[in-house]
Each structure stands twice: as C-alpha cells, then as structure tokens.
C-alpha cells in the first residue's frame, strides 16, 4: 500500500533553515507528481508547492516568494522541502501528498502523517 | 488566484442526520477540477471526492458531491459518528491549488 513518510522538522530559531524529506513506499514514485502542503496549529490546509514526477518543473503558492524549494530524488524514491529564512508564521504540520497524476497540479490521493516544524526563539 | 469559500463554519447534527457542505468559488471552475477532503483530528486529510462527484476509493456512498460553476456541495447522508470531521474542499488542475477555510461537522 502507498506509505508517505515525512521527517526533518523540529525547532528552529527565526531566521533559520530546515530541510523536510518525505520518503515514499507502496508505488512507482518516479510516475507521478507530489506536493508539500502545510497546516498551521488549529488552522485549515495551505498548499504549498508540486514538482512533477521528473522533478524538471515546480509550482508554488504566491506566499512562498523564493525561501521554499521543492525537489525530488526518484533513486531514492524521496521527495524534499528545503525552507530558508524561517518565520513564525511558517510553524505548521508539513505534509507530503501523492498527487493522481504525473505532470499537473491535481488532487492528491494520499498523504503523509506530516512532520511539525515549529519556528521560535 | 481562485479563492474558495465554505460554509457553514460550523455544522452541529446528529448521528443519522444529514450533513449539507458548501463551497463556493470565486470565479467559474470546471467541476472536473473540485475536490473533497475530510480530516479527522490528529490525522492527515484523505481524500472524499474528485472532479465534484466522483468518490475516491474505499469511500461509502452516504458522501456524495455535486454542484457546478461556482458552487458546490458535499452531501453526507445519515451521518455516522467517524463522520464527525473537518471538510475541505479544494480546486485544482491549476497552481496555486487552493483549499477553502474548511467545515467542521460536529454533535
């Protein structure tokens, strides 16, 4: 069955960075394209980026404005989320979603557990 | 950017009653480009419905979705209590992908 792993959050200071990695199992990871999506404490679900199944082309919500990254190694089967200069307000649950399809931004049909990132002094 | 609605912000039913979801958009959307998510508290969202009516799989058919243009609906019938959760609804098919502010269904 499909599992999404996500790990690499923690505690980190304001303006610090953390890279998430979310390790998939249960199918052919290269055929399909993937999202991070983040949801703050006590709030609603936030897209935050897709990167298509050959990692040659990402998307990005308007807020992102160049500090996240979205990547992926298919011989690792692992999809990542490098986020720089890090604010409070990007504490949140990160979760990494399969998406249905390869190339377009779709609806995700399964997801990670996600990893807490918590951004503070 | 398409921003997406829900209302009510809350929904206080029952067990057997039935839940009516609404989600508006604010610009005209194919209804093949609408999902539904429900999110149980401490777990990750799983998915309801794609292209406005069509449930994923494993999903009974007390949930069912409809609508067009610029509203929808997510229609669960006879609620049963692990139906008692957050809803989210959802555009796709286009960046950014955006989630509307949810409903929660509770007692």
């Known amino acids: 069955q499909v599992q999404l792993v996500e790990s690499g959050g923690g505690v980190v200071q304001p303006g610090g960075s953390l890279k998430l990695s979310c390790t998939a199992s249960g199918f052919t990871f290269k055929n399909f394209g993937m999202h991070w999506v983040r949801q703050a404490p006590g709030g609603g679900l936030e897209w935050v980026a897709f990167?298509?199944?050959?990692?040659?082309?990402?998307f990005y919500a308007d807020f992102v404005k160049g500090r996240l990254s979205i990547s992926r190694d298919n011989s690792k089967d692992t999809l990542y989320l490098q986020i720089n200069n890090l604010r409070p307000e990007d504490t949140a649950v990160y979760y990494c979603a399969k998406d249905f399809t390869a190339t377009v931004v779709y609806y995700s049909d399964h997801w990670g557990r996600g990893t807490l990132v918590t951004v503070s002094s | 950017d398409i921003v997406l609605t829900q209302s009510p912000g809350t929904l206080s039913l029952s067990p057997g009653e039935r839940a009516t979801l609404s989600c508006r958009t604010s610009q005209t959307i194919s209804s093949y480009y609408l999902a539904w998510y429900q999110q149980k508290p401490g777990q990750p969202p799983s998915l309801l419905i794609y292209?406005?009516?069509s449930r994923a799989s494993g999903i009974p058919d007390r949930f069912s979705g409809s609508g067009s243009g610029t509203e929808f609906t997510l229609t669960i019938n006879r609620l049963e209590p692990e139906d008692f959760a957050v809803y989210y609804c959802q555009h796709y098919g286009r960046s950014p992908a955006t989630f509307g502010p949810g409903t929660k269904v509770d007692f």
């Open positions: 990167v298509r199944n050959d990692g040659t082309k990402q």
């Open positions: 292209g406005a009516s």
